[in-house]
């Protein structure tokens, strides 16, 4: 029975879905009879070839209006037996596959669109319309040269369109050809002088693409010169100075559009984020206060007042705001962890772990909050704690990349190798492009001698993704010397030696390739400098430096 409903229900739904598409068309005919126009923009006389004379288009809106009767009364057959006596009469009528082409492109049937768009543009060239819907279809189907193609040709055939200029801005823009994109603007600028169109296009992409700030509001100020309360000009204005980190001047304009629109909560939540940014926490917590007596269920004006009270030294009103952030809110994780870092900030480490503990009871889909309990507790040296809460979030999201290389970093310091490499291997099956990960198991296999070709695999693969990682090459490097290649490993510890000139570890790396291949003099310098750098280091452990010094007198420095 369900089944059949929902048939019924498809069916119908098709059906109507059809009689409004053609009623718009319908409707655009009977309005083009009497001079009407359908778009904003400048209209080009191709529409105007397609119109009907006044008689026939009554004829054509009387066919509809009887299939939408036809249909209301669930006699679908008729209604499209009805609406066929019309596609019959005007079979050459381009515009209604034009019609046709939007239907399919809104049920996203885009091949069906492109060929119905073709088929209207076989019939009526001169369809403007239809010849930016083929571009538009292109551009989602990301063939972005093909819509430049189009809308190329527009613009040599109707040099006042202003959507094909629009649009072929946005497609510059789509390939990152930014500067094409503005190129295209000023073309229009200068087909159509008095348009401020161009000017506020301009202004977008010097501003948000090309990060040419000063351009961006010289072309956003002409828009200005004729609309000159025009707030989304304003406030993209102000959102440059704010990228420009000149907070003074966006002050000065946010509080200018304040005073034309004092309503705008997203211009009062800018200015209240301003004075945050320069340190007037009263303004701000007093502008946050305004904002929340007209939006006292925001989260997010709830949370940004905890940070501001936190900031300014007022304890109870932080914690008030945070404690009052939803569990389900977006917000409610930053605001624990806000509220842990002010515990421990004050030396009340106990109350931030109890923050913690309970967020993580109410929102197991948080990562960051079993990463940030895993933090809490690593100071104290409590590893297996800090293994227990990584192992629960491992548990409840098993796909963590960061969960799981956290328990295999806590395993290493627990000096559990077997875990923390079983833990790494399973990082790399979540990502087989974590370099860190793959280093780790490289360098352990290597450490130990063991499957040093599945090592040589993993840290070569490690060194493509990171080649400037002196650790990573630092691995590789000892792989080679393990191997016996001692000219590659050289040449390879020599670049991670360069990259990490004072990383004692990778130094003296260096200098056993160095002494394996009988450069005694080369390697006590590199020894030496190592001895230099543990005598400057106050946690320095005595084994090593008495490793140091043994070698040094290994290769004739005693």
Not at 228 to 233: G, R, S
Not at 419 to 429: D, F, G, P, Q
Not at 448 to 476: F, H, R, V, W
């Amino acid at each position: 029975m369900r089944n059949v409903r929902g048939n019924q229900a498809q069916k119908a739904g098709k059906i109507l879905s059809y009689f409004l598409l053609l009623a718009s068309c319908f409707l655009l005919l009977f309005s083009c009879a009497h001079g009407g126009k359908r778009y904003a923009v400048k209209v080009t006389d191709g529409i105007h070839k397609e119109t009907l004379d006044e008689k026939e288009s009554a004829e054509v809106y009387m066919h509809f209006l009887n299939a939408e009767e036809l249909a209301l009364k669930g006699q679908y057959d008729a209604a499209r037996k009805e609406m066929e006596l019309v596609i019959n009469k005007y079979p050459d009528y381009g515009y209604l596959y034009y019609e046709i082409a939007i239907d399919a492109a809104d049920q996203k049937h885009l091949e069906a669109a492109v060929v119905a768009t073709e088929k209207a543009l076989e019939l009526s060239p001169k369809l403007v319309q239809a010849r930016l819907l083929l571009a538009k279809l292109y551009s989602i189907q990301e063939q972005h040269a093909e819509a430049v193609d189009v809308l190329e040709r527009i613009i040599r055939d109707y040099p006042l369109e202003a959507e094909a200029y629009t649009q072929l801005s946005r497609e510059y823009i789509a390939m990152k050809r930014y500067n094409e994109s503005a190129v295209t603007m000023q073309r229009l600028a200068k087909a159509d002088p008095e348009s401020t169109v161009p000017y506020f296009y301009l202004g977008l992409i010097y501003g948000t693409f090309l990060k040419q700030y000063d351009k961006a509001i010289a072309n956003y100020q002409k828009v200005l010169e004729s609309e000159p309360d025009n707030l989304q000009i304003q406030s993209a204005i102000a959102q440059i100075y704010l990228d420009k980190k000149d907070t003074k001047k966006a002050l000065k304009k946010l509080l200018e559009i304040e005073e034309i629109d004092p309503e705008d909560i997203s211009i009062q939540l800018k200015i209240a984020l301003v004075y945050y940014e320069l340190g007037d926490f009263k303004k701000a917590a007093a502008k946050f206060e305004s904002v929340l007596e007209a939006n006292p269920e925001s989260d997010k004006i709830r949370y940004y007042l905890g940070v501001i009270y936190a900031e300014s030294g007022d304890t109870d009103k932080a914690i008030e705001h945070f404690n009052m952030v939803p569990v389900k809110s977006n917000f409610y994780k930053d605001a624990r962890i806000n509220m842990a870092q002010y515990h421990v900030l004050h030396k009340n480490h106990a109350e931030a772990v109890r923050a913690i503990e309970s967020a993580i009871k109410e929102r197991k889909d948080e990562p960051d909050l079993y990463l940030y309990m895993a933090a809490l507790l690593e100071p104290d040296q409590k590893m297996k704690k800090t293994i227990d809460v990584l192992k629960e979030g491992v548990s409840e999201l098993p796909d963590n990349e960061k969960l799981a290389f956290a328990l295999a970093v806590s395993y290493d310091k627990a000096e559990d190798i077997d875990n923390a490499v079983e833990t790494m291997l399973k990082v790399i099956e979540i990502n087989p492009k974590n370099a860190n990960a793959l280093n780790y198991v490289g360098y352990t296999y290597v450490e130990t001698g063991e499957n040093l070709e599945e090592a040589e695999n993993m840290l070569q693969d490690a060194a493509s993704l990171k080649p400037n990682d002196g650790y990573i090459l630092d691995s590789l490097g000892w792989l080679y010397f393990k191997k016996g290649d001692l000219t590659k490993a050289h040449e390879i510890l020599t670049q991670a030696a360069r990259l990490l000139p004072k990383e004692f570890t990778v130094l003296e790396h260096l200098g056993d390739v160095d002494k394996a291949r009988n450069d005694n003099r080369q390697a006590l310098v590199v020894y030496k400098r190592i001895l230099n750098i543990l005598n400057g280091k106050k946690d320095a452990r005595p084994e090593d430096v008495e490793r140091i010094k043994a070698k040094i007198c290994e290769v004739g420095g005693c």
